[in-house]
């Protein structure tokens, strides 16, 4: 019984886990579609970067800028998917280049 239990709790943990990692626990915050400054119809202004391994989108734009970044991280997010229609801001892939948000 012991066993059973034991095993139980592995698979649940590991669920947990994969979960997490995979999909995440927090909802979205009401404030992310309240945080754009963009208005639909303004152009975002941007350039073209191809990720190497490490590089993260917060971690792109801290480098280009030489400080911390000047608008809400959602606000970040956002105008990344808008760039990039059909990609993730968390899923960059090694190799690919992207348009990135310019922030002044």
Do not use: C, W
């Not at 917060?58 to 990344?80: A, T, Y």
Request: hydrophobic fraction near 40%.
């Amino acid at each position: 019984m012991k066993k059973f239990i034991f095993l139980l709790l592995l698979f649940l943990s590991s669920y947990v886990v994969y979960r997490d990692l995979a999909i995440g626990t927090l909802p979205p915050s009401s404030e992310t579609t309240a945080a754009v400054a963009h208005p639909k119809g303004e152009a975002i202004p941007y350039r073209k970067v191809t990720i190497r391994p490490g590089d993260t989108l917060l971690s792109i734009i801290e480098k280009e800028l030489n400080g911390p970044l000047p608008v809400p991280l959602e606000q970040l997010i956002h105008d990344f998917e808008r760039l990039n229609p059909g990609e993730h801001a968390q899923t960059l892939k090694i190799g690919k280049t992207y348009k990135v948000p310019i922030y002044r």
